[in-house]
């Protein structure tokens, strides 16, 4: 196969961990940037996302008895003060510049809660703050501590400004003693905490460590435990950092977000969701230390926004199994732009919880620098869910130690040889319509891997202009119907590019290949 385009050069990253107090004054929320631009080039219809507006009225945190020393718990002062802009009809809560430690804050409609230059909020590590509440996580109903910050039913709410929003993830989180250096890992254990009977896995606590073995005996499914047996083991409980559920027009833009105990963020059931310029920081050893975790939720913009996570980046999710298709809730018309990726398992993520389905959704003008896979799209059998009308564009990575893109029908599974092919059924995932153009990579594990299921191959798929130099493999393609690749080139230490079989619907460069059942090798030459 002839090279057909030539690398442009991959766009520079331009890396600033911006401090909070470098940043000029704050804009009124909703107004940071170029709304024109960001729907230019939509290929479907979605509606512009509602923004939330506030009336010009506004308390400072410090009114209601706040004290910035690190020390002073300022939970009832930032409650007290949400809802008394609430009561008045709406407007804007001032964190100012300062150290302010706190429990559970929960957000209420018409309220942006602003936090400025330097402004530093710590959620307080003491897990007896934190109840534990109904709530969904990885897809399923399940319990879990309430979120350092919430919202529930809200509406029109806002979290904006360029205050650092900070977790204290590292009193919740387990931690893996391949993750780290004999050093950390000594230091980690001098600070506390219990190691399980391998000496490989840290826990917190007593607590932890004991629902750690009790989950491992019951395996996947859910153990009958009261509410007060779970008190005693709250830390295994972690909360994602800011959890937003069945709520609409929400924005955050400006701030940072840190050190969750869980995932970050994760909106849930939510319509009319802004994300602009913002930038979370996770540990890369943080266990579920996904970045952004956006669920079932309705017309979404994420934009300008600088990730480094401890597991996926940027994920679309729709539920798990049965839990997710009996909520039937999509997560659709998404747009993501201008987005940096540092550390993660995924730059940009689809499932594996998408029981509900994923589609409409556009991503382009990313950057990927050194995440553990660049364009991930995971499901098994068992979740059902339909993954479809996926467009990306204009994506930069470097340095991506496994697939620059990939779409596995097998996550976290093995597919037997001559296993028997089930029927399908509600339980059988889909991937199809998936559009993928101008991707350059510099240094790859392996260029593309695409798997579906026999019962259920990924359909219509199409890969155009990419580039991957560096790469320890080309293209894997098995059990797939209708691929048209064109103008690609990878560079691998032999001739190999493509390994097709169980494919039908092939177009490479124009040429058609109908059906190729058995695997076959097709080279540059």
């Known amino acids: 196969m002839n090279r057909l385009i030539q690398m442009a050069g991959l766009v520079p990253a331009i890396l600033s961990v911006l401090c909070a107090c470098q940043h000029p004054a704050p804009q009124a929320a909703g107004t940071g940037q170029d709304l024109k631009a960001i729907y230019a080039d939509l290929p479907f219809s979605m509606p512009v996302v509602e923004r939330p507006a506030f009336p010009d009225y506004q308390v400072n945190i410090c009114d209601f008895g706040a004290k910035s020393d690190g020390v002073t718990l300022n939970t009832e002062a930032i409650n007290n003060a949400i809802k008394a802009v609430h009561d008045k009809g709406g407007g804007r809560v001032v964190i100012p510049e300062g150290l302010w430690l706190t429990g559970p804050v929960v957000l209420l409609s018409n309220v942006n809660l602003h936090a400025e230059n330097n402004a530093l909020v710590v959620f307080s590590g003491d897990t007896s703050l934190y109840p534990i509440i109904t709530t969904s996580f990885e897809g399923l109903d399940t319990k879990r501590c309430q979120s350092p910050i919430s919202a529930v039913n809200a509406e029109n709410i806002a979290i904006t400004g360029h205050g650092v929003f900070d977790g204290a993830g590292d009193k919740w989180r387990p931690v893996k003693k391949s993750k780290m250096t004999e050093g950390q890992w000594n230091k980690l254990l001098k600070s506390g905490g219990k190691v399980d009977e391998s000496g490989k896995v840290w826990y917190p606590n007593e607590g932890a460590l004991k629902a750690s073995v009790l989950m491992a005996d019951w395996g996947n499914k859910r153990p009958d435990i009261g509410i007060e047996e779970w008190e005693e083991m709250k830390s295994w409980l972690r909360p994602v950092l800011l959890s937003v559920v069945k709520s609409k027009k929400i924005l955050l833009e400006g701030v940072t977000f840190k050190n969750s ?105 990313c950057s990927f620098i ?63 319509n998936i559009h993928i153009s101008d991707v350059f990579c510099k240094g790859a594990g392996r260029a593309v891997y695409l798997n579906g299921l026999p019962e259920m191959p990924i359909e219509n798929i199409s890969i155009k202009n990419m580039v991957v130099t560096g790469a320890k493999q080309g293209i894997v393609i098995n059990k797939v119907a209708k691929i048209n690749i064109e103008n690609v080139d990878i560079e691998t230490p032999d001739d190999s590019m493509i390994q097709i079989e169980n494919a039908t619907g092939i177009t490479i460069n124009g040429e058609e290949y109908g059906t190729i059942s058995e695997k076959r090798l097709l080279t540059k030459n």
């Not at 553990?372 to 996926?390: M, P, Q, T, W």
């Not at 496994?402 to 097998?410: F, G």
């Not at 996550?411 to 028997?420: F, I, L, M, N, T």
Request: proline content about 5%.
């Open 261 to 365: 105990p869980s995932w970050c963020l994760h909106p849930l059931s939510c319509e009319s969701l802004t994300l602009n310029d913002v930038k979370v920081f996770n540990p890369w050893y943080s266990q579920n230390g996904d970045a952004l975790d956006v669920e079932s939720c309705k017309n979404v913009l994420i934009t300008n926004c600088f990730f480094d996570a401890g597991d996926d980046a940027i994920c679309l999710k729709s539920g798990k199994d049965k839990d997710g298709r009996r909520r039937g809730e999509p997560c659709e018309n998404v747009i993501v732009r201008n987005n940096t990726v540092l550390h993660g398992h995924g730059g940009f993520v689809i499932g594996s919880e998408m029981s509900g389905g994923v589609k409409n959704v556009y991503v382009s003008e």
């Open 370 to 432: 050194g995440t553990d896979v660049g364009l991930r799209f995971k499901s098994a059998r068992g979740r059902g869910g339909v993954v479809e009308n996926i467009y990306i564009n204009n994506i930069n990575m470097i340095d991506i130690p496994n697939d620059a893109l990939i779409a596995d029908l097998y996550y976290a599974v093995k597919g037997a040889p001559g296993e028997p092919v089930p029927d399908v059924t509600e339980e059988t995932p889909a991937f199809r």
